[in-house]
T-cell receptor
Framework: EPEVTQTPSHQVTQMGQEVILRCVPI?????FYWYRQILGQKVEFLVS????????KSEIFDDQFSVERPDGSNFTLKIRSTKLEDSAMYFC?????????????FGPGTRLTVT | GQQLNQSPQSMFIQEGEDVSMNCTSS?????WLWYKQDPGEGPVLLIA?????ELTSNGRLTAQFGITRKDSFLNISASIPSDVGIYFC?????????????FGTGTRLKVLA
């Protein structure tokens, strides 16, 4: 069964460093998403991406965040200058299409620890 | 802004009991989704509801999309130990036409064997 994959599973970085989190969405899906979940809290929407551009973004997704689909399979989230409060699980998700079906499939997540 | 309330926050139940949880919002939505999250894993979609009043089942799970489009409930019948986890509602598509996916605060379920 196709699934969303994410790498790395755990990333430790120092405050102020740049990190890139990688995702490979399900191959025939057209919409891609990033979420974050601070330990013990709810899942928070960051951004959705379609046709090589951002569709929606939340207030959390400020100028330090960016997303890219550098090739036909990868979808990345870049955090330019990490802060301590960026420590969280980051989940990538994809869906076949947005208009008729919102059924998103999530990856296993990347745990980001900023020290 | 939008308010989304999910309850209960947590519950301990005996194996075999039925469970009910619900979400209410201050806004109207076009779709209600229910997810389950196991520890250390990503959320997994359980049920998707697309029409107001719709009642949908998936095995022991039953969910309904409230007629006002501002609420939804999820029932689990005859709970088993593997039902343990966090359940999130996630309404989508509000009246403004945006598709910012909002998750509820979660219901943490613990099943006592």
């Amino acid at each position: 069964e196709p699934e969303v994959t994410q790498t790395p599973s755990h990333q430790v970085t120092q405050m102020g460093q740049e990190v890139i989190l990688r995702c490979v969405p399900i191959s025939n899906h057209l919409y891609f998403y990033w979420y974050r979940q601070i330990l013990g809290q709810k899942v928070e929407f960051l951004v959705s991406f379609y046709n090589n551009e951002i569709s929606e973004k939340s207030e959390i997704f400020d100028d330090q965040f960016s997303v890219e689909r550098p090739d036909g399979s990868n979808f990345t989230l870049k955090i330019r200058s990490t802060k301590l409060e960026d420590s969280a699980m980051y989940f990538c998700a994809s869906s076949e299409y947005q208009g008729g079906s919102y059924e998103q499939y999530f990856g296993p997540g990347t745990r980001l620890t900023v020290t | 802004g939008q308010q989304l309330n999910q309850s209960p926050q947590s519950m301990f139940i005996q194996e075999g009991e039925d469970v009910s949880m619900n979400c209410t919002s201050s806004s109207i939505f076009n779709t209600w989704l229910w997810y389950k999250q196991d520890p250390g894993e990503g959320p997994v979609l359980l049920i998707a509801l697309y029409k107001a009043g719709e009642l949908t089942s998936n095995g022991r799970l039953t969910a309904q999309f409230g007629i006002t489009r501002k609420d939804s409930f999820l029932n689990i019948s005859a709970s088993i130990p593997s039902d343990v986890g966090i359940y999130f509602c996630a309404p989508v598509g509000d009246s403004s036409g945006t598709y910012k996916y909002i998750f509820g605060t979660g219901t943490r379920l613990k099943v006592l064997a």
